[in-house]
């Protein structure tokens, strides 16, 4: 198990089973607010009970998408999307791996979570999704526009490289301003702010999952400058890496089963306000 403190939140790391993980979540919010996030190389599947509708939500095109209920939100990797969110109390749980099947959606997507899921293994994710429950789209986009697909793809497949921006935007056959203006317009930040968020996201999964040093996860993350990894990791989770803490606890298959169940079953009590 590993843990991960910061002053608002705490996030504990279960290992169920080789390839698949299990995060829990316990968030404090002061006030209402918005924030943009990207979960970098692996998928998350996170489940939430959502007992007041408007508390938490999704932003898409301008509008916000409101959940009520036990509500499961899937992100693929690189996913962009956007919270809205109430001040209260957050709890939830999630699934990550970085194992991949074609019955996954190929967009971050919502859907009602179904007191009858039960997930203990990779293949559980498998086949909750052949079973092919009602989705709603809800990854972060603003407008249609093929070219800032484009740049986010491009970003996605390099954003560990030592490339600078003006570089990627040479390769679109833009100059920096335009090549960010176009990926704002469309995913509300500008390119180098989503690069950062995928660099740092991806130096927490080394650090959490690989056990990778600080320094070292900042290096393979892209990062030339320390500095400049630890200033973005607070920006981020609100505290610096060097308060990460790591603890490495083993767990049988009985006792890794009984945290997944216990964490599902307190889903339904007092997770959300």
Known sequence: MNNLDAPLYET??????????????????????REIDTYGTNWLLIVTNIKKEGS??????????????????????????????TPGYYHWIAYRSDQQSD?????PVAFPWKSSYRISCFHDIVHLFSSSPSLTPVGKQENFSTKAKSIKELIDQTFQ?????????????????????????????????????????????????????????????????????QRNFKKTFGLPPSSFLSKNDQFSPFEQQEVCSLSQEDLYNEITP
């Open 56 to 85: 938490l939500g999704l932003n898409r095109f301008g509008k916000q998408l409101t959940f009520h209920g036990p509500t499961a939100i899937f992100l693929p990797p690189h996913s962009l999307i956007e919270w809205s969110f």
């Open 161 to 229: 490289d030592e490339r600078s921006i003006k570089e990627l935007a040479r390769r679109q056959n833009l100059t920096n301003s335009e090549m960010s203006r176009i990926f704002k317009r469309c995913y509300s930040l500008t390119p180098l702010e989503y690069r950062n968020k995928l660099r740092v996201f991806y130096s927490l999964k080394l650090m959490m999952i690989d056990q990778n040093k600080i320094t070292d996860s900042a290096l393979e993350s892209g990062f030339e400058e320390i500095s400049s990894f």
């Open 103 to 107: 019955t996954f959606p190929k967009e």
């Open 12 to 33: 504990e790391l279960f290992h169920l089973t080789e390839n698949l993980q299990l995060l829990v979540r316990h968030h404090l919010r002061h006030k209402e607010g």
